[in-house]
C-alpha cells in the first residue's frame, strides 16, 4: 500500500465528513469515489468538490460518483459515512461487495436529540455492530470519528488523532496510512472493541463544544508515534 | 470553595493513583484524609506520603489515616480509587456518609485479564452504578480516570486533561477546581453518562502504552477553558 494507493469509496460520502475526508484525499493523491443512495446525488459532492480543489490548484483530482453500490464494488477501501440510523441498512446490501476488504467506520451511534449524551449501543458500539454484520472475511476498522468536519474542510494541520480499532493490525497499519495522508497522526488503539471508547467520545466532544464554543479535538499525549 | 478548601478523603487511597493524588492535593494545602480497609493499612501510605512531601520541603502537610468508613464521614469531598471489582461493595455500606456530598468516582471498569480491551458495565459505566447505588443526593462526579498514576507521583505539569462528568454542573465545578490544584486542566465533560466515554478510554490508552511503551494521556484540543 505504500507503493500503490488504494482507491477509497466512501460511502454516504457527500455529508460534511465524507466530503471533508475526500478532499484531503485527492489532495494527498489518492483517487475517491463519492457514493450516495443515488449517482445524481453524488454527482452534485463532485462537481463540489472539482470547484473547492480547483480553488487550492488541485487542477484533475481523480474523483467519480456512483451510487453506493457501485462505489462500494470499485473501492478498493471503503469508507463508511451516514448517520447510525442508517448504519445496518445501508451496510447489508454491500456485504458482498466488502468481502476481502477493509470498511473504515466512522460511524458514531449518536441517538437524537439527546447527542451530547453517550448511549452507546447493546452490542457495544457501532464498528462492533458493523464486524458481527459483515464477518470476519471483512476487516472492519473504526477511525475518525472524533476530528472536527469544519478543520478537514479548511487549513493544513490537524491538531487531533486519530484512534484507529480494528482487530486485524494490519488492517489498522493501513488505515493510519490514510490518516496520515489526512493530516493526522493515526495511532494503534486495539481491537473493534475499543471503537465505544472512541464513538462516546464523540458526545462528550459533542458537550464540549456547546460548554465552550469550540470544535474541539482529541490528541493522546505522552507517545512517540 | 475557592475561599476555603475542602477536606478530602481518599477511600482505597494507599495506590498508586490515591498516593499519587493525595500528594498534588497536600502540596497544594488541602486536608486529606487516606482510607483504606484499615486505618493500619492507611497509616503506613501517610507515613510514606510524609517522607515524599519531606523531601519536596512540605514539612507539615496536613494528612490523617482513617478506616474507609471513618474517612467518608469525614471527609467535605469523597474520592473513590479503588479496583472496579470492589466499587459497589465499598460504596454500599459508606452510603449513609455520602448523603448531601460529592463523590469523585475514579474507578474504571477494567476486567481482567483483557484490560487493553473495552469492557463496559452493562449500567454503562462505573459512574452510573454509583449514582444509581447512592441515590441523587449524592452527587456523583467521575474524573481522573486517565491520568498515569506514575505522571501524578512525578514532576510538575501534567500534559493532559480531567474529563469531568456529572449530573450537578455546580460539583462539576468543584471537581475541575481540584483537578486544577492536581495541575491538570479540568474540563466539563457532561452528566455522568459521559463517564463512560472516559472510562473506556483508559482500556485504550493501555493499549497504546503497551504499543508504544508510553505513559499515555489525554488532551483535548481547540478549547480554551
Known amino acids: 500500500m505504500s507503493e500503490q494507493k488504494p482507491v477509497i469509496a466512501i460511502i454516504g460520502g457527500t455529508g460534511a465528513l465524507g466530503t471533508g475526508l475526500a478532499r484531503r484525499w485527492l489532495q494527498a493523491g489518492y483517487k475517491v469515489i463519492i457514493g450516495s443512495r443515488t449517482a445524481e446525488k453524488a454527482a452534485t459532492a463532485v462537481d463540489?468538490?472539482?470547484?473547492?480543489?480547483?480553488?487550492?490548484?488541485?487542477?484533475?483530482?481523480?474523483v467519480e460518483a456512483m451510487d453506493n453500490s457501485e462505489a462500494a464494488s470499485k473501492g478498493e477501501v471503503v469508507v463508511l459515512t451516514v448517520p447510525f440510523s442508517h448504519h445496518s441498512s445501508t451496510l447489508e446490501p454491500l456485504k458482498h461487495s466488502?468481502?476481502?476488504?477493509i470498511l473504515v467506520d466512522v460511524t458514531v451511534p449518536l441517538v437524537p436529540p439527546k447527542v451530547a449524551r453517550v448511549q452507546l449501543p447493546e452490542q457495544g458500539s457501532a464498528g462492533q455492530i458493523a464486524q458481527t454484520l459483515l464477518g470476519d472475511e471483512v476487516h472492519v476498522v473504526s477511525a475518525f470519528?472524533?476530528?472536527?468536519a469544519i478543520h478537514l474542510q479548511e487549513g493544513d494541520d490537524l491538531d487531533c488523532d486519530a484512534l484507529v480499532c480494528g482487530n486485524s493490525k494490519e488492517a489498522r497499519a493501513k488505515v493510519i496510512e490514510l490518516a496520515n495522508a489526512?493530516?493526522?497522526?493515526?495511532?494503534h488503539a486495539g481491537p473493534i472493541n475499543n471503537a465505544a471508547a472512541v464513538e462516546a467520545m464523540t458526545?462528550?466532544?459533542?458537550?464540549?463544544?456547546?460548554q465552550y464554543k469550540s470544535h474541539a479535538g482529541v490528541r493522546v499525549t505522552g507517545v512517540e508515534a
Not at 53 to 58: E, I, Y
Not at 145 to 148: E, G, I, L, S, Y
Not at 182 to 187: D, H, T, Y
Open 48 to 62: 463540489d468538490l472539482r470547484d473547492i480543489l480547483q480553488q487550492r490548484g488541485v487542477s484533475s483530482p481523480s
Open 98 to 101: 466488502l468481502q476481502g476488504k
Open 145 to 148: 470519528q472524533n476530528v472536527p
Open 182 to 187: 489526512v493530516g493526522m497522526r493515526g495511532l
Open 203 to 210: 458526545s462528550v466532544l459533542i458537550f464540549i463544544n456547546k
